[in-house]
Structures are given as C-alpha cells and as structure tokens.
C-alpha cells in the first residue's frame, strides 16, 4: 500500500509538470486553430535557456523563470508576427507543414549549439527531500509541481478577468464580432502564441529540474502535451491541470504494474479512450 501511494503522489508531482507544459499548446490551439508541432521543441529551448542561466550565471532554476518565460514569449510574438502569421487562417495542413518544419530548425539549430550529450540542471537542493510518514516527496519536484500549479491557475484568471484575457476568449469564440469591438486580431495572435510559448519556456525550465535534457526531447513532449490538451479540452484551462494529473497518473500506475516500456502506450491509449467516450474532454462543453 505504501509503495501504491508514493506512486501515485509521483504521479501527481509530474502531473502538475505535464499541465503546464499542455497549458501554452491548448492556447495557440484554441485561439489560433495552430495544432503547434513545434510546441516541444520551445519547451526544449526553455528548458536549455534555464540551464545556461543557472550553469553561467548561477541564477536559481526558479529564481530564472521569469527571465526565460520573458525571452520566450518575445520570441514566440518574433515566430507568429514573422512567419506564422502568414499562415493563420490557411488550411491546417499547411500550419502542421511549416510549425513541423520549424520543429526540424529548432532542433538542429540547438544540437549544434549544446551537442547532442544530456544535459541536467543540478541546484544544491537537488537532492533534497521531504519525509511524510512512508512518502517521500522530493523537493525538486515538489517546487516544480507547486509553481506549475500556480501558473495554470494565473493563465485560467488572466484569461476571465483581464482585458487581454477577455479580448482572447472573444477572438476564440467569434473573431467577427471580436473585430467589431475593435480587436486587432494580428497583435492578438502574435500576443496569444507568445503568451503560449512564454508559458512552455517556463514549463522547459522547470523540467530541466526534474529530468534530463536534450535536443531531441521535443517531439515526446509534442506528444504528450497533445495528449493532455485533448483529455482536458481545449476550453477549460482547468481542464489542462485535469488532463496533466490524470496522465501522470496513468504513467506512474503503468510503470509500477506494467512496466516503463508501456508507460507512453497506456498514456495514448486512454487519449483513445477519452476521443471515444467523451471527445470534447473530460472537462470540455459538450456540443
């Protein structure tokens, strides 16, 4: 029973991780109809960027995630203003074609920058923990999971209660009558992807603490943000921080019972189960 419930606290721990990595993809989705195959590949770029302030700078992981959520998000709004928006409202295979492409660019630009050898971001508290009863909760991860948890809930109530918030939501919903009101939808799009991207550079760093990194992690993480912004549902930011500790669950079950080979394959095949069952999401509106 002990070793069932470290399990599953595990798998809340990096269920948190998994939401916020989910939250920047389901935005861009959302607002701008981009399924953003290159989303892992900005969490890779996060994740580097944290690494060289804390290894060259000595700024704290945690510390440094404001200034990598800034340097992303400026140039997340250079990517969308440049390039993507060009694409915006053409057919979706042309934006998988050319956010695929970029995917392709980021990650051999970054293997010539840091190589191809795995990379840890290792403060001094690294191995720290804390003990309750027969749980242990590593400190690393504990933080990770708290300042993921902390974002989702600041992006749901940016989202409902700020102009810019409202104003995306609107554009979501009805870009006519969001123009009607005066919204410029270029600057919104280009704000909307940078905001998405912010936030996976700050999910990269906080990664970075709790796992390895390289250039090549950015098509799993692609996948499995794909995955939770499916199972959450696209609308509901809360539904993100569902889908992420849901499918950290289901890993950490799979890996105790069935073994860490399966953990991806029991992941995908509740995605299956959820498009089956309910396809707007465990906590989308249903039609």
């Known amino acids: 029973?002990?070793?069932?419930?470290?399990?599953?606290?595990?798998?809340?721990?990096?269920?948190?991780?998994?939401?916020?990595?989910?939250?920047?993809?389901?935005?861009?989705?959302?607002?701008?109809?981009?399924?953003?195959?290159?989303?892992?590949?900005?969490?890779?770029?996060?994740?580097?960027?944290?690494?060289?302030?804390?290894?060259?700078?000595?700024?704290?992981?945690?510390?440094?995630?404001?200034?990598?959520?800034?340097?992303?998000?400026?140039?997340?709004?250079?990517?969308?203003?440049?390039?993507?928006?060009?694409?915006?409202?053409?057919?979706?295979?042309?934006?998988?074609?050319?956010?695929?492409?970029?995917?392709?660019?980021?990650?051999?630009?970054?293997?010539?920058?840091?190589?191809?050898?795995?990379?840890?971001?290792?403060?001094?508290?690294?191995?720290?923990?804390?003990?309750?009863?027969?749980?242990?909760?590593?400190?690393?991860?504990?933080?990770?999971?708290?300042?993921?948890?902390?974002l989702t809930v600041a992006m749901w109530l940016f989202l409902l209660h700020t102009r810019l918030g409202r104003a995306i939501r609107a554009t979501a919903q009805n870009l006519v009558a969001a123009r009607l009101y005066g919204v410029e939808p270029r600057h919104l799009y280009a704000m909307t992807f940078g905001i998405g991207i912010g936030l996976a550079g700050a999910a990269g760093g906080l990664y970075g603490t709790v796992s390895q990194i390289n250039p090549y992690i950015g098509a799993t993480l692609t996948a499995k943000s794909f995955a939770i912004a499916i199972i959450g549902g696209l609308d509901n930011p809360l539904g993100v921080i569902v889908g992420g500790l849901f499918l950290g669950i289901i890993e950490s079950l799979a890996v105790l019972y069935i073994g860490a080979t399966f953990a991806d394959v029991a992941s995908f095949g509740v995605l299956v189960l959820v498009l089956i069952v309910r396809p707007s999401g465990l906590l989308g509106k249903t039609a």
């Not at 998994?18 to 981009?34: E, F, P």
């Not at 934006?95 to 660019?105: A, W, Y």
């Not at 191809?116 to 400190?139: C, E, H, K, M, W």
């Open 1 to 150: 029973m002990d070793l069932l419930i470290q399990i599953l606290v595990n798998g809340v721990l990096l269920g948190g991780l998994y939401a916020v990595m989910a939250l920047g993809l389901a935005l861009v989705w959302g607002v701008l109809n981009i399924v953003n195959l290159a989303h892992g590949a900005f969490i890779m770029l996060g994740a580097y960027l944290s690494w060289h302030l804390y290894t060259y700078l000595g700024i704290d992981p945690f510390l440094g995630l404001p200034i990598t959520a800034v340097v992303m998000f400026a140039f997340g709004y250079a990517v969308q203003r440049g390039l993507l928006n060009l694409v915006v409202r053409a057919p979706m295979f042309n934006t998988l074609l050319i956010t695929f492409g970029l995917e392709v660019v980021l990650t051999y630009l970054a293997q010539l920058a840091f190589s191809a050898d795995f990379r840890t971001i290792n403060p001094s508290y690294a191995g720290n923990s804390i003990q309750l009863g027969a749980v242990v909760l590593p400190l690393a991860r504990l933080l990770a999971f708290a300042v993921a948890i902390v």
